[in-house]
């Protein structure tokens, strides 16, 4: 090969080179911009919910004061929520999250799997161990939220609440789950 | 001297090793993990209000709340005297604090004003030895200030909770 074919190819290859390591960089950078972008929606993602966790807690149809909620206002709740002339109102407030809570403590043994709602309060004494409400019972459904068919991950979020039950003016030890659907 | 040849050896090595090094440099950036701002302050609300939950709720069997029993005890310095409640209220809230806090690593204290502790509580029942917690103090999660039990007298409450359990606690469903 003559002088000039041996300096073109050499000019090529650095080119390709070149070009090479751009396509690199640029991979790398739109990778991880796109990763931070995706942390960043997930932090932002987090504070609304922390947000909306405290702020659905002092809803004025549940709540008994500062980190507390009424157990009877809760069993009401279920009927307003469900009547057609509120849902919109409140799939706008509950923002379609699922929000439940349940009793840790007194510890509800074997019923700690069954919805405290209106059929639990009203149930006969339960039948070997006589339990009535709200032993009876485990866990409140406050608004059962359903993921779009677009939403296919979850997160789950927990915060110790206290429940209310003003029939005995007694206070229970309560976790407020909220499920977000990503 | 070096011919032409070698020169451009050199130079080309050291553009190598710029880019190499340039990489090292972003990907270390990239990778590297980066430290959760809020994660702190949102421990901090989460156990301030399992202690705040904790203290309002009712008292086995009775109307008080575990705050007015906390207060009444430290006040007559009877919390762990057998002789006054059977079981004492040490051991019925280390019984509370285990269904609550299940398989957590805990310390739970209430002190009065003059620092005596009445109450020494961490995941394997009384604290007799007042040795603290038994995790590392330095990643512990404690309760940003103690909460008042009593201000006129000045007994608190405080509430440690290890911090690599914390998550377990607030995150996985049916560990609660």
Redesign the interface.
């Not at chain 1, 840790?104 to 510890?107: D, F, R, S």
């Not at chain 1, 003016?169 to 976790?175: E, L």
């Given at each position: 090969m003559k002088k000039a074919q041996i300096q073109f190819m050499e000019m090529i290859f650095v080119l390709v080179i070149v070009v090479i390591?751009l396509v690199i960089g640029v991979f790398?950078y739109f990778s991880?911009s796109s990763?931070s972008v995706e942390?960043a929606g997930e932090?932002l993602s987090?504070?609304d919910v922390?947000i909306a966790m405290n702020s659905l807690i002092g809803v004025p149809e549940i709540t008994c004061g500062a980190?507390?909620i009424d157990t009877l206002k809760l069993l009401v709740f279920s009927n307003v929520r469900d009547a057609d002339i509120n849902k919109e109102y409140y799939g706008d407030v509950f923002r379609n999250l699922n929000v439940s809570v349940?009793v840790?403590?007194?510890?509800r043994g074997s019923f700690r799997g069954v919805e405290c709602d209106l059929a639990a309060f009203n149930a006969a004494p339960a039948a070997v161990t006589g339990e009535i409400y709200p032993e009876n019972c485990g866990f409140y459904v406050i608004y059962p939220g359903k993921p779009d068919t677009n939403q296919h991950s979850k997160e789950?979020?927990?915060?110790?609440?206290?429940l209310y039950y003003p029939l005995t003016?007694?206070?229970?030890?309560?976790?407020l789950?909220i499920e977000v659907f990503k | 001297m070096m011919k032409k040849g070698q020169i451009e050896i050199i130079g080309l090595m050291m553009i190598v090793l710029l880019i190499i090094f340039v990489i090292v440099v972003v990907l270390w950036f990239a990778i590297r993990e980066k430290p959760h701002l809020l994660e702190p302050q949102r421990e901090n609300i989460k156990t301030i209000s399992i202690l705040n939950t904790l203290i309002a709720a009712s008292y086995p069997n009775e109307d008080l709340s575990i705050q007015d029993r906390i207060e009444e005890c430290a006040k007559n310095s009877n919390c762990n005297d057998p002789g006054v409640y059977n079981p004492t209220v040490e051991e019925t809230l280390d019984g509370i604090l285990k269904a609550i806090l299940r398989d957590k690593d805990y310390y739970f204290i209430v002190k009065d004003g003059s620092g005596v502790s009445h109450i020494r509580l961490d995941e394997n029942g009384v604290d007799l030895a007042g040795t603290g917690p038994n995790c590392d103090i330095e990643n512990n999660l404690r309760t940003p200030e103690d909460v008042y039990i009593d201000p006129i007298t000045n007994i608190k409450a405080s509430l440690t909770i290890c911090s690599q359990t914390t998550s377990r606690v607030f995150n996985t469903i049916g560990k609660w």
């Open positions: 390591i790398l991880f990763k942390e932090e987090d504070i922390t980190n507390c349940s840790l403590w007194p510890p789950i979020l927990e915060n110790a609440v206290s003016r007694k206070h229970a030890f309560g976790i789950r | -």
